[in-house]
């Protein structure tokens, strides 16, 4: 059974930085797509960014780009989502989700909570002084 479990979010203050930790286990890193998702309360949860398992293709949205990295190590079955430069419209709970059909690219709308069969718990960062 696949799992998912974030891990690396906490309280920062403004201009921070942090790495989130998306953990999979059941099945290789490499057969799935691995998207990064925010939610703050009475707002529906967003796509932020993606990577592609095929070729390492990436998704940002406007608001993080230049700001957030996404990348992957295979042989640990994780995905790291390094936040620099971080606002206060940052502060969210941030879910990682997998899909082995989805396909991350820069030239596709924002992904959508429906494109990813498989999500963790969340974890919450917060970015305040």
């Known amino acids: 059974q696949l799992q998912l479990v974030e891990s690396g979010g906490g309280l920062v203050q403004p201009g921070g930085s942090l790495r989130l930790s998306c953990a999979v286990s059941?099945?290789?890193?490499?057969?799935?797509?691995i998207g990064w998702f925010r939610q703050v309360p009475g707002k529906e949860r967003e796509g932020v960014s993606c990577i592609s398992n095929s070729d390492g293709s990436t998704y940002y949205t406007d608001s993080v780009k230049g700001r957030f990295t996404v990348s992957k190590n295979n042989a640990r079955n994780t995905v790291y989502l390094q936040m620099s430069s971080l606002k206060p419209e940052d502060t969210g709970v941030y879910y990682c989700a997998a899909d082995a059909s989805y396909y991350c690219t820069q030239s596709k709308p924002r992904p959508r909570v429906s494109d990813f069969a498989n999500w963790g718990q969340g974890t919450q960062v917060t970015v305040s002084s």
């Open positions: 059941g099945f290789p890193l490499d057969f799935y797509a």
